[in-house]
């Protein structure tokens, strides 16, 4: 398996103010995800990206930024949390081409309370 | 934009019988990818199955087989002698080829029944 982590695997914080979450890969792998998933909802994309430095927006990317400046990480802010972002967040990665294509590979979660 | 709809928010069945989950999408591509994932309580997210489109062969996978209907636009998940361990989320999911980009399903939870 892909060796893909996030942190944090729970935060707690209140309305108004700034969170970061980080996602790693070991894999060297060129794409990378954010989705949220609510119940009812199934996974959504927030924003992913192709690259170093290359990144696009998803189809629920507002109050969302990301920023990935080495192949390994990609990060996802909310600059001003709200309670409508609580939700849990999933980082995943793929590598390109090959047996696994479009095979995405997911980290375990991060459990986001905005109180 | 493609749409993936799984008609059944919850299903239950017996240990070691038979399930089979519904999957049907929308698209107007004819290259692409399908998905079915499995989350358990652990939340992990984890690949059961892959199919290509252009394949005409269903994908299996040990107990885990597919009934691909192409034209139909249907992708639904067999899973055969059930077991405990298979209770479950099982998310599907398309991804169009050259996209990488997964669009999944809202999700059926699988209960196993002892």
């Known amino acids: 398996d892909a060796g893909i982590t996030q942190s944090p695997r729970h935060k707690v914080t209140e309305t108004g103010t700034p969170v970061t979450l980080r996602c790693h890969q070991t894999e060297n792998h060129r794409y990378m995800y954010w989705y949220r998933q609510d119940p009812g909802h199934g996974l959504r994309l927030i924003h992913y990206?192709?690259?170093?430095?290359?990144?696009d927006k998803g189809e629920v990317s507002d109050g969302y930024s990301v920023s990935r400046s080495k192949t390994e990480d990609f990060l996802l802010t909310l600059e001003s949390a709200t309670s409508s972002q609580t939700s849990v967040y999933f980082c995943?990665?793929?590598?390109?081409?090959?047996?696994?294509?479009?095979?995405?590979?997911f980290g375990a979660g991060s459990r986001l309370t905005v109180l | 934009a493609q749409t993936v709809t799984q008609s059944q928010p919850e299903m239950s069945v017996q240990e070691a019988e038979t399930v089979t989950l519904s999957c049907t999408y929308d698209?107007?591509?004819?290259?692409?990818?399908l998905f079915w994932y499995k989350q358990p309580p652990s939340r992990q997210m984890i690949l059961v199955i892959r199919q290509e489109a252009y394949k005409q062969q269903n994908a299996t996978e040990n107990r885990f087989s597919v009934n691909f209907q192409k034209a139909a636009k249907s992708f639904s998940l067999k899973i055969s002698d059930s077991q405990l361990g298979d209770a479950a989320m099982y998310f599907c999911a398309y991804s169009q080829g050259g996209s990488e980009k997964l669009v999944f399903g809202k999700g059926t939870k699988l209960t196993v029944n002892p």
């Open positions: 990206s192709y690259g170093v430095k290359d990144t």
């Open positions: 995943a990665s793929q590598g390109q081409g090959g047996l696994g294509a479009n095979v995405l590979t």
């Open positions: 698209t107007s591509e004819s290259d692409y990818y």
